[in-house]
T-cell receptor
Framework: SQQGEEDPQALSIQEGENATMNCSYK?????LQWYRQNSGRGLVHLIL?????REKHSGRLRVTLDTSKKSSSLLITASRAADTASYFC???????????FGQGTELSVKP | EAEVAQSPRYKITEKSQAVAFWCDPI?????LYWYRQILGQGPELLVQ????????DSQLPKDRFSAERLKGVDSTLKIQPAELGDSAMYLC????????????FGPGTRLTVL
């Protein structure tokens, strides 16, 4: 099945630093969503950005979307140890609204 | 805060046995999804229900997997017979309406097939 690609696969930073994760996708989308997954747990929805939006903020999260490059980025500012998790982008590929998830970025924030 | 409930949380079975997973979505959510997540990968949609009707089951291995949502509320996903390659996390999610709505995920069931 089609999936977005995320970059990097793993990221390790110190507490207080910013973390940037990227997601690329293949075809036109209705929206793109970012989810967080703590180890062995379910996914938690973070933010949704629609195809006609370019940037969205939620607390320490900033998401950008470039439809011409078919890419999105998630920025977490002033990271905390509690941000340690896997982060996934998911796209609605206009195929009946089916969500396609990327492979994820594993973020480790060291205190 | 309302949550999606799943049981069991962990299941160990031997290959060729039957297994079943249960999901209770957030009250009032018409759309229910079952995903499979292999370790180190993103979730992959197996089946989507709108109320009691299947909307998408294109990725469901129908020779061994079945899913039902008889009264449009809770749902059961069954595997019979289980194979070694079925070892994964099975996640249930629900949303109020269409797939453009936020999906809320349950804690998942970790299946290990020996």
């Amino acid at each position: 099945s089609q999936q977005g690609e995320e970059d990097p696969q793993a990221l390790s930073i110190q507490e207080g630093e910013n973390a940037t994760m990227n997601c690329s996708y293949k075809t036109s989308i209705n929206n793109l969503q970012w989810y967080r997954q703590n180890s062995g747990r379910g996914l938690v929805h973070l933010i949704l950005i629609r195809s006609n939006e370019r940037e969205k903020h939620s607390g320490r999260l900033r998401v950008t979307l470039d439809t011409s490059k078919k890419s999105s980025s998630l920025l977490i500012t002033a990271s905390r140890a509690a941000d340690t998790a896997s982060y996934f982008c998911a796209t609605d590929y206009n195929q009946g609204g089916k969500l396609i998830f990327g492979q994820g970025t594993e973020l480790s924030v060291k205190p | 805060e309302a949550e999606v409930a799943q049981s069991p949380r962990y299941k160990i079975t031997e290959k060729s046995q039957a297994v079943a997973f249960w999901c209770d979505p957030i009250s009032g959510h018409a759309t229910l999804y079952w995903y499979r997540q292999i370790l180190g990968q993103g979730p992959e949609l197996l089946v989507q229900f709108q109320d009691e009707s299947v909307v998408d089951d294109s990725q469901l291995p129908k020779d061994r997997f079945s899913a039902e949502r008889l009264k449009g509320v809770d749902s059961t996903l069954k595997i019979q017979p289980a194979e070694l390659g079925d070892s994964a996390m099975y996640l249930c999610a629900s949303s109020y309406g269409s797939l453009t709505d936020t999906q809320y995920f349950g804690p998942g069931t970790r299946l290990t097939v020996l």
